[in-house]
């Protein structure tokens, strides 16, 4: 799905990298939470209250300012505005990308799922999409690199309900 979503573009190059990166780990959110079953999606969970944007320790913010690369910091503005340029994209049956921007040396996606996140396994779909999310991202030689050089991407998750998490990538291996 997502590679079809890159053919046909005129500018492939670090847009479309991150983007097809940053998309990664969406049809294992499917299989999470359990829409890789092939029949509808129901969600038998009572919805709940929950404003959840996961757990762990909080994490430094972007830079931004005199201490940040410059020449990476257009990077990513650059690369945010050309893929926001072709916003909504579906990258699986339940996951829709909405926006990209870029805030210093931080790229911030929002994804939206159709679905409601079962309360009890938040933390949990949290935790796997982070290690998912690094495993992908720093899979790639060119994002390693970005991501050597100071920049950070983080997703953030929400569900029908409101209930968001977040996976936040700032260093590779």
């Not at 670090?14 to 359990?34: E, I, P, W």
């Not at 929950?50 to 990476?72: H, I, K, M, W």
């Not at 949290?126 to 994002?143: E, F, G, S, V």
Request: net charge positive; glycine share 8%.
């Amino acid at each position: 799905m997502i590679r079809s979503a890159l053919r046909g573009r005129s500018r492939i190059g670090l847009a479309a990298l991150v983007f097809g990166l940053a998309l990664g780990g969406c049809d294992d959110l499917r299989k999470m939470t359990g829409m890789d079953s092939g029949a509808p999606a129901t969600n038998t969970m009572t919805p709940t209250a929950n404003t959840a944007t996961g757990s762990g320790p909080r994490l430094s913010t972007p830079q931004s300012g005199p201490t940040a690369d410059p020449q990476l910091v257009q990077e990513l503005a650059n690369a945010a505005a050309q893929i926001n340029a072709t916003m909504p994209i579906r990258a699986d049956e339940i996951t829709m990308l909405t926006s990209v921007r870029a805030s210093g040396t931080e790229l911030i996606y929002e994804m939206s799922v159709s679905q409601v996140f079962p309360p009890v396994q938040l933390d949990q779909l949290r935790m796997n999409l982070q290690n998912i999310n690094q495993t992908n991202l720093c899979a790639d030689i060119n994002i390693a690199n970005l991501i050597r050089r100071g920049a950070s991407m983080s997703h953030y998750y929400t569900d029908t309900n409101g209930a968001r998490f977040q996976t936040r990538i700032v260093s590779c291996p």
